[in-house]
């Protein structure tokens, strides 16, 4: 019996490094080449670089979900200080690059849970969970941005040649807006898709 459990539980732990490492190796690859973690939407572009982190996350739990989420966020630091872009200063501080994504996967494996046990359906669990895991890296990163960096984003804004008549948190706010609600949508249908793929593979 103790043999069972012992190799059971190795099998679990196996797994969920296989998952942290598949996982992490696409998250770095979105972030290392830009191209690739981003969909045209019209105007703008939406990233999906995150997504990665929801589904680890939503299938093997909050601590592998905040791994691959740290791994992100050490890689998002990485590029800022070796790929220096203009707003790259303020990503070098971990509580902007680091912290909101090793809470996006916690944070969508609770929702996830939370909203299967109330409906009973992986897709609109695994919907709801990607539109809000989503949702917490916007609102994570620019609003970390927006209690440490308020003024110095301005001055890098104004910097760029841009025509700022705002504050930061209207400026911010319109950034979150315009790309983090079309960001979330994508992330929500693709995060559903590939979780009932996923789970339905997992009962076979």
């Known amino acids: 019996m103790i043999n069972t459990r012992t190799s059971a539980q190795k099998r679990l732990n196996v797994r969920k490094m296989t998952v942290i ?3 992490s190796a696409i998250s770095v690859m979105m972030s ?12 703008i572009k939406a990233t999906i670089m995150h997504v990665p982190v929801i ?6 739990g909050p601590v592998v979900g905040a791994t ?14 070796t790929q ?8 070098i501080n971990p509580l902007v690059s680091v912290l ?7 944070v969508a494996y609770y929702v996830y849970q939370g909203v299967y046990k109330v409906s009973k359906k992986v897709y609109a669990s695994g919907f709801v969970a990607g539109l809000i895991g989503s949702l917490v890296n916007t609102v994570g990163v620019l609003g970390m941005i927006y209690i440490l960096y308020a003024e110095k984003y301005l001055s890098l804004m104004k910097m760029q040649g841009s025509n700022v008549s705002v504050g930061a948190g209207k400026l911010l706010f319109g950034i979150a807006f315009t790309s983090g609600i079309p960001e979330a949508l994508v992330a ?4 559903s898709a590939v979780s009932v793929a996923l789970i339905r593979k997992g009962k076979k």
């Open 21 to 23: 490492a598949v996982l």
């Open 32 to 43: 290392m080449i830009p191209f690739i973690g981003y969909i045209p939407l019209g105007p």
């Open 55 to 60: 589904i680890g996350g939503i299938i093997e």
């Open 68 to 81: 691959i989420g740290l791994i992100f966020g050490l890689t998002s630091l990485w590029n800022a200080i």
């Open 84 to 91: 220096p872009v203009l707003l790259s200063p303020l990503f």
């Open 100 to 106: 909101p994504r090793i809470l996006i996967g916690i």
């Open 188 to 191: 929500a249908l693709i995060v």
